[in-house]
């Protein structure tokens, strides 16, 4: 065994409280990180799972058509004019299959749904209820927000003049699957359609107007023949939707918005989690590393004459220097090996704990190896970090003045 390690561990075994102490220490706020971490990461992904899973990352639509004055002026003559908001009319996005492939091409991009979005009423009996039509192609739009796994009722079928329709808009109507539904368009147009199936995504307003069809239908229900009115992107990574929407805005010119700019509050949330983590993180890590670097210094004074005899025999600096560092090291390796287990243990633990009525965890919890490995890392670095100093001071004592006064 290196001579380094075999004194490193002797210190530490001599001073068996002290060690156990700090182990303890280092494997508490370990396991503090990871049970903090693992609980608000497992949170986040499920306040954006039930958000995002309603809507797409990105949506493209038709520009908004411009103001128009009222009255016009003359080079001779200025007149003060009133603008009017120009009513905005069901349009198509132009070459919307060419924006799609350039969308496609777009690093980031997993998925793209061309569908006509609009307004209507659909009537069962002396029922009738304000709806919103998603004309989508099925196996793109599936790639956004897949309805299969939110069926309730029924089946995701959209072929044949069959559409899929929301829980809460199947009880205004007291519809079931099979029965036949008449729909308006806002352009006038009606059909009588079939329901295939029911979803329920878990949003009120999401549940209780859409009705999905497929995209040829929508077409004839508005007036559209080989149109879209949006685009529907799915990202990989969600928190890169505003950089990516600026991104399709400046290739395609079609305005792009992304969940983070409809949801702001939402994201000022998450960001206020986020940093409430890393504040915690922050505080923890301070805290092991002045109980790391207090007991190292405390061996350094207690040990201070069998260092000046080491120096005085010719022991290098960088021999001395090391081994606190070694003690630093695996204070923090054990500690955190301790903490990882402890804290995945505990959020485990607190996530059987607390459950829905479905059988769902109400806190559920988002344990990996990135995050455990994170956890490991950080309390080894800081291990080595906190026992830079007492290392330092060690390796500069005066042989003769440590063996006079130790």
């Known amino acids: 065994m290196p001579f380094e390690w075999f004194l490193a561990l002797r210190y530490l075994r001599d001073a068996k409280g002290q060690t156990a102490l700090i182990l303890g220490g280092v494997a508490v ?14 949170l986040q992904s499920s306040l954006i799972e039930k958000t995002l899973g309603a809507q797409p990352h990105i949506t493209l639509h038709v520009p908004r058509e411009a103001p128009r004055p009222l009255v016009e002026a003359t080079p001779q003559l200025a007149i003060a004019r009133q603008i009017e908001e120009t009513p905005q009319r069901l349009r198509s996005i132009d070459q919307w299959p060419t924006v799609i492939s350039a969308v496609e091409q777009i690093p980031g991009v997993i998925a793209t749904s061309p569908s006509i979005v609009g307004a209507g009423f659909a009537v ?30 029924g089946r995701f079928e959209l072929e044949g003049g069959s559409v899929v329709i929301g829980a809460k808009l199947a009880a205004d109507l007291g519809a079931a699957v099979g029965d036949k539904l008449r729909i308006t368009s806002s352009e006038g147009v009606d059909d009588v359609v079939a ?34 009115t949006t685009i529907q992107l799915k990202l990989a990574d969600v928190f890169a939707a505003e950089r990516i929407s600026q991104e399709v805005q400046t290739r395609t010119g079609i305005p792009a918005d992304s969940w983070m700019k409809i949801n702001a509050e939402l994201l000022a949330g998450l960001s206020a989690q986020s940093s409430s983590k890393n504040m915690i993180q922050f505080f923890v890590i301070l805290a092991v590393a002045l109980g790391i670097a207090s007991v190292l210094i405390v061996s350094v004074v207690q040990k201070s004459r069998e260092i000046g005899i080491l120096r005085a025999v010719g022991t290098p600096q960088g021999r001395i220097l090391r081994v606190f560092l070694i003690q630093g090291g695996l204070l923090g390796v054990g500690g955190s090996v301790i903490g990882c287990a402890f804290g995945a243990l505990l959020a485990k633990l607190f996530e059987s704990l607390a459950r829905d009525a479905s059988g769902a965890p109400k806190f559920p919890v988002q344990i990996d190896a990135p995050l ?8 080894t670095g800081v291990g080595l970090l906190a026992a830079t100093i007492p290392a330092r001071r060690a390796a500069r004592l005066d042989p003769a003045t440590a063996i006079r006064n130790g």
């Open 29 to 42: 706020g370990v396991s503090v990180i990871v049970f903090l971490s693992a609980l608000i990461s497992g």
């Open 124 to 153: 069962r009996s002396g029922a009738k209820s304000p709806i919103v039509v998603q004309g989508v192609d099925g196996e793109r739009f599936l790639a956004i927000i897949d309805l299969r796994k939110r069926m309730v009722a």
């Open 195 to 228: 329901v295939a199936g029911v979803f329920r995504l878990g949003n009120e307003g999401v549940d209780g107007t859409w009705l999905v069809t497929s995209l040829r239908h929508a077409q004839s229900l508005f007036g559209l023949a080989g149109g879209v």
């Open 372 to 379: 455990l490995v994170f956890a490991s890392v950080l309390a």
